[in-house]
């Protein structure tokens, strides 16, 4: 049924008096229909006159009130009409206007809206485009049409990231878990380590306790049995002087010559201290320097590098993970060393956000590496220069490059703004290293991965420009740069072992056992002279009383050495038993630091877990209430669509234009993965480290500041253990130095200094004949007050300079050392310092950062004595001496 017809039936079953559709209609003869209540309660104009008749109030016809009669087919015509327009049980308002009383036929376009004929000849809408109602209903319906594909597709789109999220949840369910289970397992795995490391600990104590006790066995029963050889002796000698003549005198001289040589053998040395005392390491402060990588880690991109980039003497992989340095023919003979610019970028551009990649640099002997901004020479090319020096130049922070790396097989470099590049100190030789870019806080930072991550250099507060793409740079190493590939998984150093080096293993010394003098008494004949035996007897008594008193002198001597003997077995049984209870006592707190450590990590993935199901269930009830609000909308086009053109016009605007406009609000992104995965670190190869220090503690050298070489410029403490430098007015001192009271030239020796709150210092091992005694001097600073310090001129040292800048100084061609800066992660307030002078090593340990090593000059040749050689230079903060296990 068209909207027209709809209209013209309407106009046929309305009242003209209530101008609503009948209700209960009654018909006149003259033909014209009223509602029942209309017509016999209409006013004065329905009563009837005289006659008794009443007048039509349409034709003004007469009738008899009696001749209304019900007109019941226009009664079931009105009720259909209700149905098809408005639904069963509802009332069809009247489409009139509020305003002037007139049918609603036309259509403003501008208000979008039904209006009558005298509200378009209004000011309101004058010049307002206005259309008959019927002209527009068809128009209207396909926007409506058009609209309600709209909101179905967006509806469906909805649907999907409903599905979308339920898929979020359940993925996301199934990664924590397993992560959860993985990061249970690996701490029973690293508690499972300590416990090894507490029974290897445990059972080395077992072993020195029985190598102790039997020592000291071995020396009571010794006293013992010369103990009783000496009563019996005694013994002897009490009988020959209390009996006859005949018994003293038999064979006086064999008993006087006994009881003359015997002397009371002495152990040499007995157990009384422990060699070495357990110590257990620093392993929250190990964890944390470990977190740092695993940190930068979860920020790791997938980096490949850009062919359109790579110099011709390159060739690049196919997967454009690896680059290989293979030379040129050019036309003129050059050595491949020339040939510097043999550099690659990678394809990815940086210009915000934080970013970490990995490159393996195994067997390479030269390399390059770290982040570039625009490349400054154009590719393609075989680049000579005069000289390295000048090739190099150019890998400076002001040139658009953030870079280290690797000259002449063993020197690290970081190229920084300066006039020569800052020269790294390796301890472990990096055969990976990552990289870490955060373009925002101005900082690219390279990890030693090899090395469980240990910072290597850090170019920091610098603000980039432009944006920043990897640089690869392998040099003239043939021997291939390789990219490695993002791993959610743990990562493990692939150098590990799992044997346990013994501390006493690594000196190659053991607690010696119990030397004895062992002297043989040769026999000696006496040739007697045959003499009377009268004679003989006060001689011979005489004799025998001075052995018989100096053998009860041996007696006691020997019950007091079985007295002590006794009580070092039992200092000895106590200092195991104490040792005992402080390694369990250690394990015992490491175990706990592994179970603060292990909850950490599960309050951090159950936070990222609450964090992450919350935000999807925020999304899943945003995307229902928009579900919802669709479905309306829907329902409403749905419905509006089956209305008449009059109901369908009336009102437009709000409709229409919300149905236009409405856009499905998609929810945040949230990851699939998680941020960051739990590696475990490798804990044996760290404790592995801090035994190295436990080993060469146990060479420990106690000495002193030697006052004889005092200059006037330092005073000691009275126990010679600190020097401090103080001014001398007018003079400008520039030789501080002191050495140690004790020299060594063979075996290994340990000794502490603690440098706290010093702003300057050197110290170190020095080994050439000469005084440093009175070495003041006037006038000017040197250009280089430190240009004695080489290891051809007897120095083997480290230092530091204006609060800050720590120095290796090593051998160099001309005049002055060439100068190492390494990267001290942890600043150095406690300076270990190992000399073996058999194998001509001077290591350096930080004692304050785990004793991990700092630098070792090896192939060291003490032509002369070595001494302890300390320098505090002008400033006034002591430097102390650390007295052993302080």
């Keep these: 049924m068209t909207s027209a017809v709809l209209v013209d039936i309407r106009d046929e079953v309305t009242c003209p008096i209530c101008l609503e559709l009948l209700t209960e209609p009654l018909s006149i003869d003259c033909g014209h229909s009223f509602c029942q209540d209309c017509i016999t309660g209409s006013g004065d104009k329905s009563l009837p006159n005289q006659e008794g008749k009443s007048s039509c109030p349409v034709c003004r016809t007469a009738y008899q009130p009696g001749n209304l009669r019900p007109n019941r087919h226009l009664a079931i015509i009105v009720k259909r009409l209700r149905e098809v327009v408005l639904g069963p049980g509802k009332q069809l308002e009247v489409i009139l206007c509020a305003l002037h009383g007139e049918k609603l036929q036309l259509f403003c376009k501008?208000?979008?809206?039904?209006?009558?004929?005298?509200?378009?000849?209004?000011?309101?809408?004058?010049?307002?485009?206005t259309f008959l109602m019927e002209e527009v209903a068809k128009d209207y319906q396909e926007m409506f049409q058009e609209s309600l594909k709209k909101l179905r597709k967006e509806q469906q789109e909805a649907e999907k990231l409903k599905a979308l999220i339920r898929e979020k949840r359940e993925s996301w369910k199934n990664q924590v878990e397993p992560e959860r289970h993985r990061i249970q397992t690996e701490f029973k795995q690293l508690r499972s380590i300590l416990d090894r490391e507490e029974q290897r600990e445990l059972k080395k104590l077992e072993a020195e306790e029985k190598k102790?006790?039997?020592?000291?066995?071995?020396?009571?029963?010794?006293?013992?049995?010369?103990?009783?050889?000496?009563?019996?002796?005694?013994?002897?000698?009490?009988?020959?002087?209390?009996?006859?003549?005949?018994?003293?005198?038999?064979?006086?001289?064999?008993?006087?010559?006994?009881?003359e040589f015997w002397t009371l053998r002495k152990p040499q040395a007995l157990p009384t201290k422990l060699k070495s005392l357990f110590r257990a390491p620093d392993l929250k402060k190990m964890l944390r320097v470990f977190r740092e990588l695993t940190d930068v880690q979860s920020y790791w991109v997938d980096v490949t590098l850009n062919p359109q980039t790579a110099n011709l003497n390159l060739v690049l992989s196919k997967n454009r993970r690896q680059v290989r340095f293979v030379g040129a023919k050019l036309s003129e003979p050059s050595c491949l060393e020339d040939h510097h610019d043999c550099s690659v970028l990678g394809s990815q551009h940086f210009s915000s956000g934080k970013y970490y990649w990995e490159v393996d640099v195994t067997k390479k002997t030269a390399w390059i590496l770290g982040v570039c901004s625009n490349p400054v020479e154009p590719m393609f090319s075989f680049s000579q220069y005069p000289s390295k020096q000048s090739a190099y130049s150019r890998y400076q922070p002001q040139s658009g490059y953030w870079v280290i790396g690797l000259q002449h097989k063993h020197e690290y470099r970081a190229y920084e703004d300066s006039s020569t590049s800052l020269l790294l100190s390796m301890t472990v030789p990096p055969r990976r290293i990552g990289v870490f870019l955060d373009y925002e806080a101005g900082t690219v930072s390279f990890y030693n991965v090899t090395n469980h991550g240990l910072p290597i250099?850090?170019?920091?507060?610098?603000?980039?420009?432009?944006?920043?793409?990897?640089?690869?740079?392998?040099?003239?190493?043939?021997?291939?740069?390789?990219?490695?590939?993002?791993?959610?998984?743990?990562?493990?150093?692939?150098?590990?072992?799992?044997?346990?080096?013994?501390?006493?293993?690594?000196?190659?010394?053991?607690?010696?056992?119990?030397?004895?003098?062992?002297?043989?008494?040769?026999?000696?004949?006496?040739?007697?002279?045959?003499?009377?035996?009268?004679?003989?007897?006060?001689?011979?008594?005489?004799?025998?009383?001075?052995?018989?008193?100096?053998?009860?002198?041996?007696?006691?001597?020997?019950?007091?050495?079985?007295?002590?003997?006794?009580?070092?077995?039992?200092?000895?049984?106590?200092?195991?038993?104490?040792?005992?209870?402080?390694?369990?006592?250690?394990?015992?707190?490491?175990?706990?630091?592994?179970?603060?450590?292990?909850?950490?990590?599960?309050?951090?993935?159950?936070?990222?877990?609450?964090?992450?199901?919350?935000?999807?269930?925020?999304?899943?009830?945003?995307?229902?209430?928009?579900?919802?609000?669709?479905?309306?909308?829907?329902?409403?086009?749905?419905?509006?669509?089956?209305?008449?053109?009059?109901?369908?016009?009336?009102?437009?605007?709000?409709?229409?234009?919300?149905?236009?406009?409405?856009?499905?609000?998609?929810?945040?992104?949230?990851?699939?993965?998680?941020?960051?995965?739990?590696?475990?670190?490798?804990?044996?190869?760290?404790?592995?480290?801090?035994?190295?220090?436990?080993?060469?503690?146990?060479?420990?050298?106690?000495?002193?500041?030697?006052?004889?070489?005092?200059?006037?410029?330092?005073?000691?403490?009275?126990?010679?253990?600190?020097?401090?430098?103080?001014?001398?007015?007018?003079?400008?001192?520039?030789?501080?130095?002191?050495?140690?009271?004790?020299?060594?030239?063979?075996?290994?020796?340990?000794?502490?200094?603690?440098?706290?709150?010093?702003?300057?210092?050197?110290?170190?091992?020095?080994?050439?004949?000469?005084?440093?005694?009175?070495?003041?001097?006037?006038?000017?600073?040197?250009?280089?007050?430190?240009?004695?310090?080489?290891?051809?001129?007897?120095?083997?040292?480290?230092?530091?300079?204006?609060?800050?800048?720590?120095?290796?100084?090593?051998?160099?061609?001309?005049?002055?050392?060439?100068?190492?800066?390494?990267?001290?992660?942890?600043?150095?307030?406690?300076?270990?310092?190992?000399?073996?002078?058999?194998?001509?090593?001077?290591?350096?340990?930080?004692?304050?950062?785990?004793?991990?090593?700092?630098?070792?000059?090896?192939?060291?040749?003490?032509?002369?004595?070595?001494?302890?050689?300390?320098?505090?230079?002008?400033?006034?903060?002591?430097?102390?001496?650390?007295?052993?296990?302080?």
Excluded at 873 to 882: G, K, S, V
Aim: some cysteine; glycine content about 4%; hydrophobic content about 35%.
């Design 212 to 259: 102790g006790l039997s020592i000291i066995e071995k020396a009571e029963g010794d006293l013992i049995h010369q103990s009783q050889s000496l009563k019996d002796l005694i013994s002897d000698l009490e009988h020959r002087c209390q009996g006859s003549t005949v018994e003293l005198l038999q064979d006086v001289s064999d008993v006087t010559k006994r009881s």
């Design 110 to 129: 501008e208000d979008g809206k039904l209006i009558c004929w005298l509200c378009e000849r209004s000011q309101e809408h004058h010049g307002h485009h």
């Design 457 to 886: 250099y850090t170019f920091s507060k610098y603000y980039f420009p432009t944006a920043l793409c990897p640089y690869f740079n392998p040099c003239s190493c043939v021997v291939p740069m390789t990219l490695r590939r993002p791993s959610p998984n743990v990562y493990f150093c692939t150098n590990s072992s799992s044997k346990w080096v013994s501390c006493y293993d690594v000196g190659g010394e053991v607690l010696q056992a119990f030397i004895f003098d062992c002297e043989k008494v040769t026999d000696v004949r006496l040739s007697a002279q045959v003499e009377s035996m009268t004679d003989m007897i006060p001689f011979s008594q005489e004799t025998l009383q001075k052995a018989l008193k100096r053998l009860r002198e041996e007696q006691e001597k020997a019950e007091k050495l079985e007295a002590d003997i006794k009580e070092d077995r039992i200092s000895w049984k106590y200092q195991i038993q104490t040792e005992r209870q402080r390694i369990q006592m250690g394990f015992n707190e490491l175990r706990r630091i592994l179970n603060e450590e292990e909850k950490r990590e599960l309050r951090r993935l159950g936070e990222e877990e609450q964090l992450i199901v919350d935000s999807l269930a925020e999304a899943e009830a945003e995307l229902a209430q928009q579900s919802q609000l669709v479905k309306e909308l829907i329902a409403d086009l749905e419905r509006r669509c089956q209305w008449s053109a009059t109901e369908l016009l009336q009102d437009m605007s709000g409709v229409l234009k919300w149905s236009q406009i409405w856009t499905l609000k998609k929810p945040k992104v949230v990851s699939k993965k998680l941020m960051k995965v739990f590696q475990a670190p490798d804990l044996s190869d760290m404790l592995r480290k801090f035994r190295e220090l436990t080993a060469v503690r146990g060479y420990w050298v106690d000495f002193t500041f030697n006052p004889e070489n005092l200059n006037l410029n330092l005073i000691l403490s009275e126990d010679n253990r600190q020097v401090i430098s103080v001014p001398i007015w007018p003079f400008k001192c520039y030789n501080n130095s002191i050495l140690g009271s004790k020299c060594f030239s063979s075996g290994k020796h340990y000794w502490e200094v603690d440098v706290s709150k010093k702003r300057a210092w050197t110290l170190g091992v020095y080994a050439r004949k000469c005084t440093l005694k009175f070495d003041v001097r006037r006038g000017k600073n040197q250009s280089n007050v430190h240009h004695r310090y080489k290891p051809q001129n007897g120095y083997w040292v480290i230092g530091l300079q204006d609060g800050s800048k720590y120095s290796i100084f090593e051998d160099s061609s001309n005049c002055d050392p060439a100068v190492l800066t390494p990267f001290v992660a942890v600043p150095l307030h406690r300076v270990g310092v190992f000399l073996d002078c058999e194998e001509g090593i001077v290591s350096f340990f930080n004692v304050t950062n785990h004793g991990s090593p700092i630098y070792t000059f090896s192939h060291c040749c003490f032509s002369q004595p070595a001494y302890p050689y300390f320098n505090p230079w002008d400033c006034p903060a002591p430097m102390t001496l650390c007295p052993q296990n302080s």
